[in-house]
């Protein structure tokens, strides 16, 4: 009886580490967003909502994140790198081509982009702008 009972202990013990550790794994960040540009603010800032959980339903992460090299090139996104903000880059200090020199242009080439091309519905400005 006392092996089973210390068993049985052991066992919910390395499971909820085990779940613990997949909880930790799966942090894929939220899964609503308020998307609002802080360096190069609109005159009459308009925050975008973003459904994060909903799009990563759909899409690997590379679809939208990436990173840059030392030259400030695009580097492809892989698994488990840090994801920093996009306009951390796209900013208009950075000097990055016009179509994504803010946080607002990348987000506007990359989403209504997307979304002109898989639901032309979507690509509307009340859509994310409410």
Do not use: W
Not at 93 to 106: E, R, Y
């Amino acid at each position: 009886m006392k092996k089973t009972l210390l068993y049985g202990v052991l066992l919910l013990g390395c499971c909820t580490l085990g779940m613990a550790g997949l909880a930790v794994s799966a942090d894929k960040g939220p899964a609503e967003m308020t998307l609002t540009s802080t360096i190069d603010p609109a005159p009459i800032p308009k925050p975008a909502r973003f459904p994060h959980a909903a799009h990563q339903g759909r899409l690997e992460c590379a679809a939208c994140h990436h990173s840059k090299d030392a030259n400030g090139k695009r580097v492809a996104y892989s698994e488990g790198q840090k994801i920093e903000k996009c306009e951390s880059c796209h900013n208009s200090k950075a000097g990055m081509p016009d179509k994504v020199n803010t946080f607002k242009n990348a987000a506007h080439a990359l989403c209504r982009d997307c979304h002109s091309k898989t639901k032309p519905e979507l690509a509307k400005c009340t859509v994310c702008h409410k």
